[in-house]
């Protein structure tokens, strides 16, 4: 058979369904074959095709995407989804077209054959593994390099494919592949010495990171009801536990909820499961993340662990997934006072804090919006809250989710136009479920091409748009460090946003305004609960503030000082401080 369809039926026999791709003439074969064996989605540009494949496998419960691309300019669009689920350690199979063999330039030339660039290099800082087949792989060879579960930390792979071997006649007898696990565990010897920490500690906490997987959260959800250990997450890994878990005590974060920040910095012990501890999380003042105590991090790479920003007590470079499931079967000790204490914290200080952001009356309050639309949520619904900016932000210290829901972002990167692209991922994986995205006005129109892709396809997907004429992050910043010095961030300094109603009206999909009138009278909840796309531009003030988060401050020598993560911006009246600190800091 031609090698192309072989290619495909090695796919399929390693689970591969769908396929995310852009149409190009040197990846001809390979269209023609996969659309043969796997449900292939056409997209107007590749980095949605990379960004819809990344969403497809975070929430899908069977079946694997890929995304297909043709040589040169297919493969630089579609590079920022790349190093976005790098950075995030997910899984991306990207399989890219190359000219022939014969006008390769292999380097000795910027370029021989038409469209030629050399997409190994550039993408192999951001991939796993990243190669080109300019010769005839056998299956084992094939099967092992796509192969995940070889790799301790996930990340893409990129295979280019030249045109003249996806054309070859081969033959290959039937024949099946083992697949090689390396995953490290964790020793017994090693499990004990967290058992004995966990037991010893009077103040501890439970950090699980996106390195945690749904199916081990489903499994542990009844396991940690049973210890007394307050339970925080990472952005990345927010559906693993619901917000009505009674361990659960909230998102700490540089922009996270405050009431778990003062509750973290307070512990004597923090067991990080499953994440890097990058500096968004433990705050730019990482040297007082966990100034009362001690950390032991838990992350597959044992990179992450010696960065030594924060400095690590105790690391072990072993599955997180292993690790947790174990840990849960023993007796933790007894921290009861505790626990109740941080509940006391989070009942004091609300993820809505009275005053502390003020709404003009005729727009939408976009903190009270998204408490709102939490509670109009089912627990099948799958959410994406974008990936930055101020509605990324909002959605992160608000949003109570339930458990059951699916919730990806991509944060390492922080991307603007992450959320159409990835809904659209999300939609196709689930056909039967609801997706909801919340995107800003400024990162929604970075995309905006896809907005066909998703009528095309019939995407059951609820759109929410915070209009606040542009880049609200980017105002706020130049507002706090320029005097409001405004450029490139809204209409009046040259961002040319579009007229919401009308653009969508060019794809025939329904579009709502939502004011502050339709917001009080709800007659927007019926387009909510029916079927289909629709989407709701949300009318925000474009001057609304976004609190509370970790200020900094321009020192005399021009450096920036962050303060740590349980000083917040505003700070707390001094009678509220009194009930939520226990320790001094």
Not at 10 to 17: D, Q
Not at 175 to 182: E, F, Q, T
Not at 292 to 316: A, M, N, T
Not at 566 to 584: A, D, G, R, S
């Amino acid at each position: 058979m031609k090698y192309s369809d072989q290619i495909s039926s090695w796919l399929v026999e390693s689970g591969y369904t769908h396929c995310f791709y852009v149409g190009g003439g040197n990846i001809m074969h390979l269209i023609e074959s996969l659309n043969n064996v796997l449900d292939c989605r056409p997209v107007i540009h590749e980095v949605a095709a990379g960004i819809a494949t990344e969403y497809f496998n975070e929430t899908s419960d069977s079946g694997k995407a890929l995304a297909l691309v043709t040589a040169g300019p297919g493969l630089t669009n579609i590079v920022t989804a790349i190093a976005g689920a790098y950075l995030e350690s997910r899984e991306l199979l990207v399989i890219g077209g190359q000219v022939k063999t014969a006008n390769l330039s292999y380097g000795k030339l910027r370029q021989n054959g038409i469209q030629e660039i050399d997409g190994v290099k550039i993408s192999n800082p951001i991939c796993n593994k990243s190669i080109c087949m300019d010769k005839i792989w056998s299956k084992e060879e094939f099967i092992q390099t796509i192969n995940y579960s070889n790799n301790g930390r996930k990340g893409p792979i990129f295979l280019e494919i030249p045109l003249d071997i996806q054309a070859k006649e081969v033959d290959f007898p039937k024949s099946k592949v083992g697949l090689i696990s390396n995953i490290n565990k964790i020793s017994e010897s090693d499990l004990r010495v967290i058992i004995n920490k966990l037991r010893l500690s009077e103040r501890p906490v439970l950090m699980l990171g996106g390195g945690i997987s749904r199916k081990t959260a489903a499994n542990i959800n009844k396991l940690l009801k049973e210890t007394s250990i307050p339970i925080v997450t990472t952005w990345n890994a927010m559906d693993r536990i619901g917000a009505d878990h009674p361990n659960y005590v909230g998102r700490p974060n540089t922009w996270g909820q405050r009431s778990a920040n003062i509750v973290l910095q307070q512990a004597d012990l923090l067991v990080a499961l499953g994440t890097r501890l990058g500096l968004q999380q433990t705050g730019f003042n990482w040297q007082e993340f966990i100034p009362l105590g001690e950390i032991i991090q838990v992350d597959i790479d044992s990179d992450e662990i010696e960065k030594e920003h924060p400095k690590v007590d105790i690391g072990f470079s072993v599955d997180a997934n292993d690790l947790l499931q174990r840990l849960l079967t023993h007796n933790l000790g007894k921290h009861d006072k505790w626990l109740d204490f941080c509940r006391l914290v989070r009942g004091k200080i609300p993820l809505i804090e009275e005053g502390v952001n003020v709404t003009i009356p005729q727009y939408v309050s976009p903190h009270k919006f998204v408490k709102t639309l939490s509670d109009l949520t089912c627990g099948e619904d799958i959410i994406i809250p974008c990936s930055s900016g101020s509605a990324y932000t909002i959605m992160m210290q608000v949003f109570e989710q339930k458990f059951g829901q699916k919730i990806v972002t991509n944060k390492g990167l922080a991307s603007m136009g992450y959320g159409l692209s990835g809904a659209i991922g999300a939609s196709i994986a689930n056909p039967d479920k609801r997706v909801i995205l919340v995107e800003g006005d400024g990162g929604f129109a970075q995309n905006i091409q896809e907005i066909g892709t998703a009528a095309i396809n019939n995407c059951n997907l609820k759109i929410f748009i915070f209009d606040d004429n542009g880049y609200a992050s980017i105002r706020m910043t130049q507002s706090s460090y320029f005097d409001g010095n405004y450029v490139g961030c809204d209409r009046a300094t040259g961002l040319g946003l579009p007229d919401w109603e009308v653009l969508f009206q060019a794809w025939a999909v329904k579009v709502i305004r939502i004011d502050a009138d339709v917001y009080k009278n709800k007659s927007y909840l019926a387009d909510l609960e029916g079927e289909g796309l629709v989407v709701f531009i949300v009318t925000i003030n474009p001057k609304q503030t976004y609190f509370p988060k970790i200020s900094s401050k321009i020192s005399e020598s021009g450096s920036m000082i962050s303060s740590p993560l349980h000083l917040m911006t505003p700070e707390l009246p001094e009678n509220i401080k009194n009930q939520v600190f226990k320790i001094k800091i």
